[in-house]
Nanobody, 126 residues
């Protein structure tokens, strides 16, 4: 049984930092590209960042480029999202997701991902 479990969310002030982590089990970790998505109330789930299985390639949404960093530890089967210079508009539930079909092009559509975590709430106050 595949499980993705996010942690690290919370309430922070604008301009500060937060680090999210996602721990995976039940899958062949190195076969999957990993990504973070987020969903704010009343909005669709949107792509945030992705990392290839080897961690050699990453891709970011324009809205977080230069502020967020995605990384993975293949020895621990974890993927992290370091979020710096947080803005109020970053407030959302953040989900990690696994893509089995990655072959060099990152997917930004949620429906292309095979497995999802339950999400962790990030709230940024002004």
């Amino acid at each position: 049984q595949v499980q993705l479990v996010e942690s690290g969310g919370g309430l922070v002030q604008a301009g500060t930092s937060l680090r999210l982590s996602c721990a995976a089990s039940g899958l062949i970790w190195n076969n999957y590209a990993m990504a973070w998505f987020r969903q704010a109330p009343g909005k669709e789930r949107e792509f945030v960042a992705a990392v290839s299985w080897s961690a050699g390639s990453t891709y970011y949404a324009d809205s977080v480029k230069g502020r967020f960093t995605i990384s993975r530890d293949n020895a621990k089967s974890t993927v992290d999202l370091q979020m710096n210079s947080l803005k109020v508009e970053d407030t959302a539930v953040y989900f990690c997701a696994a893509d089995r079909s990655y072959s060099g092009n990152f997917q930004i559509r949620a429906r292309r991902y095979d497995y999802w975590g339950q999400g962790t709430q990030v709230t940024v106050s002004s």
